[in-house]
């Protein structure tokens, strides 16, 4: 389920992140973020969130909004008060990601498959 990578990961975010933090993931099960380093995300999975009947809709859209550096997305990582967000490299999920928008933060922690950036 996780890899060394994931592994490397959960423990740096775990030591290096206040615990209170929150993270934008991608809306997948077995991110780092909260399954290795106990963080809050965003979202996650959305079959998580539908088989206990929660609507999610509106925070899937300002999600995607905010990973397609949309004119909204500063504001709505404002609103949610996000302080990183975590992006896999190799996007194999097929989200559109506009990785250009998140190069303004600075970067927490990259790797060969993940970058980490911190949202101030």
Do not use: C
């Amino acid at each position: 389920l996780f890899s060394k990578n994931d592994i490397k990961l959960g423990e740096i975010i775990k030591t290096q992140t206040p615990r209170n933090s929150l993270f934008l993931t991608y809306k997948i099960h077995n991110s780092p973020a909260n399954n290795l380093a106990g963080r809050r995300i965003l979202m996650g999975y959305p079959g998580s969130l539908w088989v206990h009947g929660i609507n999610y809709s509106g925070r899937e859209t300002d999600i995607n909004k905010i990973l397609q550096g949309d004119l909204k997305a500063k504001t709505l990582l404002d609103i949610y008060k996000i302080n990183y967000v975590l992006l896999e490299k190799n996007n194999s999920a097929g989200i559109i990601i506009n990785r250009d928008f998140f190069t303004q933060y600075p970067l927490f922690y990259s790797d060969t498959v993940y970058n980490v950036y911190k949202i101030d």
